[in-house]
RNA sequence: GGAGACGUCGCAUAGUCUGGUCUAGUGCGCCACCCUGCUAAGGUGGUAACGGGGCAACCCGUUCGGGGGUUCAAAUCCCCCCGUCUCCGCCA
């Protein structure tokens, strides 16, 4: 949600950021005039009420005739309140439902939708396969030979995109969420393991009960929500509080599985385990004053890059353009690592700047020397089950062997090599 | 799933039976000042959030888990929901 003065004070930062989005800037004037409306009707309705009020006082003192006759009016009186009351809440909610459609103000996004992102950089160098001597395999190919993925029987089992893991498959995968956990940790991250299902409080509050609620699956019988990430949860966890900042960023580091319908999909990423139902990630969740928000954000980026340094991935990094950020985001960076079978990047990290727009809507503030105010929120990809794709195709070997990155080594028993099974 | 108790301003609690004097009291914590050569103790005052109006001092409104209702008037009465705790049952 973004904040209703901001709105009043910027509007013409708003329709620019709107227009940046490819959104639609017609609602900004339509939420301001719903907050004149509300504003005015507001004013009318707390008249009447003091009115009420105090008059309601005289009639705890009064008796006989006195009362009667102020029973008279108090009632009118009552009549009115109550009338007002259902104007000024009828407004009110119409303003909440414009304010809902607006998503975050674009903070130095560039313009334009998903192919306009900006390179910022590009680090590492693909392997030259050709002169090697041999074609890369898909991550596929080789999972299957290492008896690490089996996307045939997770058909079986679930439906098309699920898979199990089995083997070194499971084993890298943890490898892989552990030394992310313990990244998290080093950097002063407080652990956590998350709950997967929300309320719809909780889901409609981090932004992606919007215009993504597609993606989102839901149990109807108990009116919950399985979560994509654990970004949802960590940013319900201090809802309606007030917290202290003086230290610094609360930071934390959600480990759960995410749950995508991947609904708008059909056709793309069919193969492997690029694009599936049901993953597993870490996540950096950052509480910060909003002043400190744009620094952290480039703390929570290097934080991702040292991953992508110590799974020895070349990768590059992109600013995502305005129109292909969610909701909740004012800018995005993702890390992405280069996919050799298909010769094209491949998002592993995604680190969002949500400024105060998730906090306002979960309700959560910092205490200053001026009073409180809302806060910002960022979360960022540590590592996930994704990653595995990018990790064995990146370091295969022409036998169908995988090199196993130093930085995974000591979580896979100092293990170097995985070995196909014949 | 069944029965019961409970949910009040950071924490703890009073108020609910008997609706109006609740502008929600008190203690703790916290802040400022005073006193005491330090410390401890004591004294005085202040201590919620949100929204609206005003240049401002300030004024008004909303909020007693959430939502509805009764009433001129609800922390207080009624209904529904959520959560916590205790006991029972069932399951792993």
Redesign the pocket.
């Known amino acids: 949600m973004i904040d209703?003065?901001f709105l009043r004070d910027h509007s013409d930062v708003v329709r620019a950021s709107q227009q940046a989005r490819g959104a639609d800037p017609t609602l900004v004037d339509a939420a301001l005039a719903a907050d004149a409306r509300r504003?005015s009707s507001?004013?009318a309705?707390?008249?009447l009420?003091?009115e009420?009020?105090?008059l309601?006082?005289q009639?705890?003192q009064a008796s006989g005739e006195e009362k009667t006759a102020l029973?008279t009016r108090?009632?009118e009186?009552?009549a009115q309140v109550k009338e007002h009351q259902a104007t000024a809440n009828d407004a009110e909610a119409e303003l909440d439902a414009l304010l809902f459609r607006i998503p975050n103000v674009v903070e130095g996004a560039p313009a334009g939708g998903e192919e306009d992102f900006v390179t910022l950089r590009t680090v590492g160098t693909p392997r030259d396969f050709a002169a090697e001597g041999f074609a890369p395999r898909d991550h596929l190919d080789l999972g299957e030979g290492l008896r690490a993925i089996d996307t045939m029987r997770g058909a079986k089992v679930s439906g098309s995109r699920f898979y199990f893991l089995t083997g070194v498959g499971a084993r890298l995968e943890l490898a892989i969420l552990q030394a992310a956990m313990d990244k998290a940790l080093a950097e002063g991250f407080t652990p956590m393991i998350t709950p997967t299902l929300v309320t719809p409080e909780t889901m409609r509050g981090t932004g992606f009960l919007g215009e993504h609620a597609d993606e989102i699956y839901r149990l109807e019988r108990d009116d919950l929500y399985l979560v994509g990430t654990s970004e949802v949860a960590l940013a319900g966890y201090h809802g309606d509080e007030?917290l202290d900042l003086s230290d610094g960023p609360k930071r934390y580091a959600g480990w759960s599985a995410c749950y995508r319908r991947e609904a708008g999909s059909h056709g793309k990423d069919v193969r492997g385990i690029i694009r599936v139902h049901q993953f597993h990630k870490v996540e950096m969740f950052s509480y910060c004053s909003v002043d400190d928000a744009a620094a952290e954000h480039e703390r929570l980026l290097a934080w991702e890059e040292a991953m992508m340094a110590a799974v020895e991935l070349p990768y590059r990094v992109i600013d995502t353009a305005a129109g292909d950020l969610g909701t909740s985001a004012a800018r995005k960076f993702d890390c992405e690592a280069w996919l050799p079978s298909q010769e094209r990047y491949l998002e592993l990290t995604s680190t969002s700047n949500c400024t105060t727009f998730q906090a306002r809507r979960m309700n959560v503030?910092e205490r200053t020397d001026s009073?409180?105010r809302t806060v910002a929120t960022l979360n960022g990809t540590l590592g996930t089950t994704r990653w595995i794709v990018a990790i064995l195709e990146n370091h295969q070997q022409p036998d169908g062997s995988v090199r196993v990155p130093e930085g995974l080594r000591p979580y896979l028993g100092g293990l170097e090599v995985f070995e196909p099974v014949r």
Request: glycine share 8%; hydrophobic share 40%.
């Open positions: 209703i003065r504003r507001l004013v309705f707390e008249s009420r003091a009420q009020k105090s309601g006082k009639v705890a029973l108090t009632k009186l009552s007030i503030r009073g409180t």
